[in-house]
């Protein structure tokens, strides 16, 4: 079952697959969960991808390791994302499960192989997550920073906003998928769109779509509000932990009551972090 809004901004729409919110990957063994190593941790910093005053450093993060379906409909090994560490089994979890509901992935490969550039991971449509830089254009912190945002097949799901009258679009080729939809008026989900998993990654803590922002839509991004990534940061490992699993657990009571309250905007402000 697909449930479909119209009128989002710029004539886009959005398309949500009918996922239960509760149905969890409880199958993560196609994956693993690494401390980052001396080496790794060094090869992060040469590639610019650890810089000088980072908010987050190789002690608080971790390598998640997992298999995806690729687009060519094959379960590739090899994904690799780096995230911070208290969040790391939601996001082995978040995998597994887009997995299990066959939703496809270019690749996910660490940003060193980019030598810590953005534009050229997200023009490679590679799925990625932790990497010490600014909002681009902007002197604050991305959330990407944190080890707490991931970015979905940025071909798929471009970065959207609106310059002197023009759209502009990031990567360029993401344009062609500006159209959330093709078949019109059918209205079909094309593959790999982020409108298809919002509730797997709001269900494991990732609770702000970059696809429900006005200013700029950004339809790869999924991310944690930027208080309680600042508030993660400052915690001890394990205290960390689980207040992350606090914060996933409260979203997901509030899901389970039922009714409209229990919607998922509504539970994202009941949650309040």
Not at 5 to 28: E, F, K, N, T, Y
Not at 114 to 130: M, P
Not at 258 to 269: D, K, N
């Amino acid at each position: 079952m697909v449930a479909v809004r119209c009128g989002a901004i710029w004539a886009a729409c959005s398309v949500l697959l009918a996922l239960s919110p509760m149905a969890h990957a409880g199958d993560a063994s196609e994956g693993s969960i690494v401390p980052v190593d001396r080496a790794l941790c060094d090869d992060m910093k040469a590639h610019k991808v650890i810089r000088a005053g980072a908010v987050v450093g190789c002690e608080r993060l971790s390598l998640v390791r997992f298999s995806y379906l690729g687009f060519d409909g094959a379960v590739h090994g090899g994904g690799e994302i780096m995230v911070m560490d208290a969040a790391a089994e939601n996001v082995l979890r978040i995998f597994a499960k887009l997995r299990e509901v066959r939703f496809p992935i270019a690749k996910a490969r660490l940003i060193n192989n980019y030598d810590g550039s953005d534009d050229a991971s997200i023009a490679d449509d590679n799925t990625a997550a932790f990497n010490s830089r600014n909002v681009a254009g902007t002197n604050s912190l991305s959330l990407h920073a944190y080890g707490l945002a991931i970015d979905l097949n940025p071909l798929e799901n471009p970065y959207v906003q609106r310059a002197d009258g023009k759209l502009m679009f990031s990567p360029p080729a993401s344009a062609a998928h500006t159209n959330r939809f093709k078949g019109q008026p059918e209205k079909q989900l094309r593959l790999g769109l982020a409108e298809a998993v919002i509730d797997v990654f709001a269900d494991e803590g990732f609770l702000i779509w970059g696809g429900n922002w006005t200013s700029a839509i950004d339809y790869q991004h999924f991310q944690v509000s930027r208080g309680f990534a600042e508030q993660l940061a400052r915690l001890a490992p394990g205290e960390a932990k689980t207040a992350f699993a606090q914060h996933v657990e409260r979203y997901r009571a509030c899901r389970r009551k039922g009714g409209a309250e229990a919607g998922r905007a509504s539970c994202i402000a009941s949650v309040g972090n």
